[in-house]
């Protein structure tokens, strides 16, 4: 079992920067593939990002390239979600997530997820 917490949403204006945190625990281990999805209102679950168990390579929503940056500290089980120039159309929960395979964290249904963190973005 793998635990996840989520932290660092908040309230931000457009523009502005906000960085996530998510810290596992339980049969933490490097191997596992972490990523980063979002729920708005009324919509449904969307991926965001991802990132290998060694942090060697990463995936990105065409919405957010070059505007988020995930990336993780296998020292501190602990994966991050760099947010700049937040949109309000960023808005929503987020969540983090964990696998064992990359692919399904990237293309399916992780296994892990924690409770979610919102991040809202006034225009």
């Known amino acids: 079992q793998v635990q996840l917490v989520e932290s660092g949403g908040g309230l931000v204006q457009a523009g502005g920067s906000l960085r996530l945190s998510c810290a596992a625990s339980?049969?933490?281990?490097?191997?596992?593939?972490m990523g980063w999805f979002r729920q708005a209102p009324g919509k449904e679950r969307e991926f965001v990002a991802a990132?290998?168990?060694?942090?060697?390579?990463?995936d990105y929503a065409d919405s957010v390239k070059g505007r988020f940056t995930v990336s993780r500290d296998n020292a501190k089980n602990t994966a991050y979600l760099q947010m700049n120039s937040l949109k309000a159309e960023d808005t929503g929960i987020y969540y983090c997530?964990?696998?064992?395979?990359?692919?399904?964290?990237?293309?399916?249904?992780?296994?892990?997820w924690g409770q979610g963190t919102q991040v809202a973005v006034s225009s």
């Open positions: 997530a964990a696998d064992s395979l990359y692919f399904v964290v990237v293309h399916a249904s992780p296994r892990y």
């Open positions: 339980g049969r933490t281990s490097s191997v596992y593939a």
């Open positions: 990132i290998t168990g060694s942090g060697g390579s990463t």
